[in-house]
């Protein structure tokens, strides 16, 4: 039997085996709140090894925190319970409930293994670097009259943020700029999901996407922290650093975080009328209607011109009434101002909101569809607004 977390977006340290069948591992966190990401596969090696499995994920020992004891423990119970998922022939799979048990200080999930299918688990399905790249790539062969593959930014190990452009003709005039970005903390996959539904519908067939083609000029950055996903980190990068923070670049003072500058490089020459970020959370929540997702607007003072605050008003309508994005408490949050959409707001009066999807409750289609959701009341707020 091979149990191994080494692998592209792999997480766990410390596999040991306490019994025939009976494995544990430790789960790698980066921080506080961001320690709860495993992914780790289990491969029989005969026949007579294939069968149920019984695996306990633990929280991360080495995490140190003045106040929270057992940080780690905390982190890992505290984004439970959520779906527990699997692959069969490739395919994603939410362990039936019976097969999985969280307690107050581990996860334990009886997985059945075939001998012929090594076999992922996983508390957040991945979107790894590779199949993301591959995936916009695609979408760009199969339609070069309206998309094209790009590569923006670079990370600090330097690898470049995978993308893909659409629009009608590839041609931007008189086009409404727009940028989709997601993955700056690398685990949070539904985000990416998100990304990706967004570009596989408007390079599709539906005639509403032809209209946004025909009106938008659409950027979509699924990961923009490649580093720290291909790393399976939690929050962080390859150097241990948030990548989440723009800082006061809007003053001309550039993040010193090698992604973050790349992001804010990107943005700041031919600023986007909008701007769409995704993140996730995980687990079926105490603090939103389950499975509802959360939303973050911006403050009004970010905006200096007013018609671009009535386009925002009305994009943060449409965002309450056309997605499922409650936040906490059944209420927007807010975004705060050293975030790239205050940042953007306050220099060029860039609208959009940032998106969180609950990864307690979907798989990629699932998440694909919120981002999409995401996406139109923004695209649909904006010109209903002007």
Known sequence: MIVTSDFECGNGKQIRRVADRHYIITERGDKVTYCYY?????AAETPEEAGDVLVEVVGDPDLEHDEVKDVGTVGLIGHTPCNI???RWGHWKALPAPRVEFTRTSIRATVPVHHDDPVTVTNVVPATLTDTTDFLKCLAEKCPEHSEYVEVGESCEGRSFPGIRITDGLNANGKIRAVCFSGQHPIEFP???GTRGIAEYLTGLLPEAAEYRRRFDVWV????NPDGTVMGNNNFNAKGEEVMSAGAASEGELPDIT???SLWEFLDPAPPELMLNIHCYCGWGSFVEPPYNGVYFLKDEY???QSRLKRQKMIEEFARFKTTGLSGHTRPSITGENSFHAQMAMKHGTCGFLY?????NQGPWGCSHEGIAAFRAMADGYLAGR
Request: with cysteine; aromatic share 24%.
């Open 38 to 42: 495993f992914c780790f596969r289990i």
């Open 356 to 360: 969180e999807i609950n990864a307690g």
């Open 191 to 193: 985000g990416v999901w």
């Open 303 to 305: 905006f200096g011109d």
């Open 221 to 224: 950055l699924p990961l923009v």
């Open 85 to 87: 998922w699997y692959t």
């Open 259 to 261: 992604e973050a500058r």
